[in-house]
């Protein structure tokens, strides 16, 4: 009798010991999902990081041109008044 219970108690350390390896290889391979995931998760970072930047720049230059833009626009609009001035003066110099 302690021959059999020895030898099951054998057989369930031997199926115990293959299923300890199984777990272990399936966490070993969990790990290096993870660190891939972890690597391609640094690349996206980054990726983002760089496009933060351009668009920042984009818009600093959009703004920018924005700002020269309304300058001009009222230099412009300066000079209309100051011709529009003269051709209304000359008009009442005609009309007298």
Partial sequence: ME????QLIE???LEF?????EVNERFDEIDKR????DKRLGKVEINQEEM???LE????A???LAES?????QEIMKELRGEISVVELAVKRMVK
Avoid: P, S, W
């Fill in 3 to 6: 021959e059999k219970i020895y």
């Fill in 11 to 13: 057989k369930f350390y």
């Fill in 17 to 21: 010991a293959g299923f300890k390896q």
């Fill in 34 to 37: 993870i660190d891939e995931i």
């Fill in 52 to 54: 933060n930047d351009k």
């Fill in 57 to 60: 720049e984009a818009f600093e």
């Fill in 62 to 64: 959009i703004t920018a």
């Fill in 69 to 73: 833009n309304e300058r001009q626009h």
